[in-house]
């Protein structure tokens, strides 16, 4: 997961903030944290983005949100799309073999 911290500050310039900080997941910002949903967001030059995670029963639903704040922002996002998409699918699967915390 590091390096896609890495990723996330120089390439995409997010400004993340620090891991051990409960108000944030990763560096991102806890925007909202509800019982079934979570929203986390993050800020940059380029983009303005959220993940937001919703649990329905055993389902877990993982949307990003992208509002392109530069005009470089388009071409750098579809180049990540790909790395961002398997990123996404790989994180889900190891949450859904890793037993909940009492």
Sequence with gaps: ???FL???RVVLG???GPLTDPRYV???R???SEREKLRLEQDSWLIAAANVITLEGTNVTWTTHVRYTSRLARTIWTLLLPVHKLT????LRICARTPPAN
Excluded: H, V
């Design 1 to 3: 997961m590091r390096t």
């Design 30 to 32: 806890i925007a909202t």
């Design 14 to 16: 997010l400004g993340l």
């Design 88 to 91: 996404n699918t790989w994180r």
């Design 26 to 28: 990763l560096g991102w």
């Design 6 to 8: 890495l990723g996330w």
